[in-house]
């Protein structure tokens, strides 16, 4: 077995930055057991906090190290190589670089502590990739396939602690995102996620700079938006692609223009963005676009969010246009889902897609409509079970996150005493 020795002290304080890969580190070369790993000068991936194609962002947990390692290519005759982090670290997962499975061909990654995952043909092709997490301090890499199949690793990311937070709503600026900015800044999260209607009225760039950008704006390099109807009352949500990707730029932290859906992961969780404003049909392109994301997920939890709730109670009620987003998750085992547009919060049974009831295999979701804009009332219907509502609170949602689970909570803003929080844990996929 061919096994990437950990670098020495020296090495690998010159070689790791937390949860992201630095820029011209030195990398350790392979080597035989017996041998001593060896500093070498070698080209590392760039590092990555934002969309770009052709790679899948990874956003590390806290006081995890990333570290690049000369590349670990398939291996003859199908051996087994070895990548390990430091004896102390308790889990690690590796960055595939490049990976090309033709037909049945596979990769077995098995962890020093037991787990393991089978990489297949619909697993990242062509794309750049972070694995799920594997417990112990070592993964096993056994390749079987034929000549035409490959893989290049290039860096891991490992660690003692396994959980990150994640910060969540939607209808934000509004006139109380001040109030809600705090919360988010006392969660220190690895990342914002948005469920769009981030800037009143209409999404302009205006809007965004003068009223989004003093208070959440602060978290803009951490935040991955949607978009929300209000963004579209400016055409093409200009404004909205224009202060998140930069003014006329294609690509960025809201995905591409004129699609604004695209995916992430933070920690062992794949995070699906969503566009509710343009086509959603089973048909679509973002559909059938969501389906193929899913399927080359590696991560153990999965959870998505948009702006139009499937499920409402409040100024509106269930929006059945919706349900090709649910139906795919649904089927892709999804754990979770966050929406806003009702002004509000509420908090689902997990369910299937037409809203019954599944505390087996249903996803849950999170309406968290309290970002800053003036909240709605009571009034719609939904065919889905509410376990906790609130109608006259702002606050943030707070995703605890680990490789197995979920603790969701309500946090209110100043001088309101409202709070909800639930568990859940990941589905088998």
Not at 79 to 108: M, N, S, Y
Request: with cysteine; net charge positive.
């Amino acid at each position: 077995m061919r096994v990437l020795k950990t670098p020495s002290r020296r090495t690998a304080i010159a070689a790791l930055v937390t949860g992201t890969l630095l820029a011209g580190a030195l990398a350790v070369v392979a080597t035989n057991s017996s041998d001593d790993a060896r500093p070498v000068a070698a080209a590392v991936p760039a590092t990555q906090d934002t969309i770009v194609p052709g790679e899948q962002l990874q956003l590390a947990e806290t006081g995890a190290k990333t570290v690049a390692i000369d590349t670990v290519a398939a291996a003859k005759g199908g051996a087994t190589q070895q990548v390990c982090a430091a004896p102390g670290d308790e889990w690690i997962r590796i960055r595939f670089k490049e990976l090309t499975l033709v037909g049945k061909d596979t990769v077995t990654l098995t962890g020093s502590r037991g787990g393991s995952y089978t990489l297949k043909a619909t697993n990242w092709q062509g794309k750049s990739f972070y694995t799920r997490s594997f417990q112990g301090n070592c993964v096993s890499v056994q390749p079987n396939f034929a000549a035409a199949s490959s893989y290049r690793v290039d860096a891991y990311q490992a660690g003692i602690l396994a959980t990150v937070t994640v910060a969540a709503a939607g209808d934000i600026c509004g006139s109380a995102c001040n109030q809600t900015r705090p919360l988010v800044e006392s969660m220190n999260p690895a990342a914002v996620i948005t469920a769009g209607d981030n800037a009143y009225e209409s999404g302009t760039l205006t809007e965004y700079n003068n009223s989004y950008n003093p208070q959440w704006g602060v978290f803009k390099s951490k935040t991955f938006p949607t978009p929300g109807n209000h963004e579209y009352n400016t055409s093409n949500a200009k404004g909205y692609f224009d202060y998140f990707n930069g003014v006329g730029q294609n690509t960025g932290r809201a995905g591409e223009r004129g699609k604004g859906y695209y995916s992430f992961d933070v920690g062992d969780w794949h995070f699906v963005a969503l566009n509710s404003n343009i086509s959603k049909s089973a048909s679509s392109t973002q559909v059938q676009w969501l389906r193929a994301d899913l399927a080359a997920s590696t991560k153990p939890c999965t959870a998505a969010y948009w702006h139009h709730s499937r499920f409402a109670a409040g100024n509106y009620g269930d929006n059945t246009s919706m349900q090709p987003f649910f139906q795919a998750l649904y089927d892709y085992h999804a754990d979770l889902v966050v929406s806003g547009h009702d002004h509000n919060y509420i908090r689902f049974a997990p369910s299937k897609p037409d809203g019954t009831k599944d505390a087996a295999n249903g996803v849950r979701q999170l309406l968290i409509g309290t970002g800053g804009r003036a909240l709605y009332g009571a009034g719609g219907t939904t065919r889905a079970t509410i376990e906790k509502k609130e109608y006259s609170t702002f606050g943030v949602g707070k995703l605890t996150l680990t490789a197995t689970g979920y603790t969701a909570a309500f946090v209110p803003v100043a001088g309101r005493t409202f709070t909800d929080s639930v568990q859940g844990t990941c589905h088998a996929k």
